[in-house]
């Protein structure tokens, strides 16, 4: 079955420090993986996604599919990223894409 | 433009009412997805629709009755809740169809409370 893991509930840095929030999956076919922001109740945004390869706000992740792993980075975190974050799964349900969502990291920057 | 638009932002409904929620999006998406979001967990798929059609649900309660009258257009319908069932729900679409490799885009949800 497909499974989306994001271990650490919170992660707290200084600002200026790196970042990296851990995700690992688990799925039998071939994975299609994001990672979205919820900032404290806004909507949840598209952060990235695996496929375009591209950095977002100093963002980067890449799909390891030896460590079935897709971690989030970022050199030198800022006050403003402050968020919730999910690593999503997006997998055929049915026949459908759907997203299965691990259950986040409240990222924490503080000055 | 790649907005999903919900409303209304915040419902609060008793135990014996009936409410919608509504959900719109001009994308052209063929997909369109319900998802409960309780507080600090994450999204949780509800329903989806493809072409209209009912494609997933899954194992949702009857008090909550989907409905798709166009391709841009989903609705929630409420009835009979339950205090458990306060959470945020999230409207989602995406291009769609079988096997799509497409993003999904999140409305910025409805905040329910039932009492």
């Known amino acids: 079955a497909q499974r989306v893991t994001q271990p650490e509930k919170l992660l707290s840095v200084f600002k200026g420090a790196p970042v990296e929030l851990k995700c690992n999956y688990s799925?039998?076919?071939?994975?299609?993986l994001f990672w979205y922001v919820q900032y404290s109740r806004q909507r949840l945004q598209l952060l990235l996604r695996h496929i375009s390869r591209e950095s977002i706000k100093g963002f980067t992740a890449d799909l390891n599919k030896g460590e079935t792993s897709f971690h989030l980075k970022k050199p030198f975190a800022q006050e403003e990223d402050s968020a919730m974050y999910y690593c999503?799964?997006?997998?055929?349900?049915?026949?459908?894409?759907?997203?299965?969502f691990g259950k986040g990291t409240m990222l924490l920057v503080s000055p | 433009d790649t907005e999903v638009t919900q409303t209304p932002k915040h419902l609060v409904m008793g135990m014996t009412n009936k409410k919608s929620l509504k959900c719109e999006q001009h994308m052209g998406h063929r997909a369109m997805y319900w998802y409960k979001q309780k507080a600090k967990k994450p999204p949780e798929l509800m329903f989806v629709?493809?072409?209209?059609?009912?494609?997933i649900n899954e194992s949702v309660p009857s008090r909550f009755s989907p409905e798709c009258p166009n391709s841009s257009l989903l609705n929630l319908h409420l009835h009979a809740l339950q205090p458990e069932d306060s959470a945020l729900y999230l409207c989602a679409s995406s291009h769609g169809g079988r096997n799509s490799g497409n993003t999904i885009y999140f409305g910025e949800g409805s905040w329910l409370t039932v009492v």
């Open positions: 999503a799964l997006k997998w055929m349900n049915s026949g459908y894409s759907t997203l299965t």
């Open positions: 629709y493809s072409y209209e059609k009912l494609s």
């Open positions: 799925y039998s076919g071939s994975p299609e």
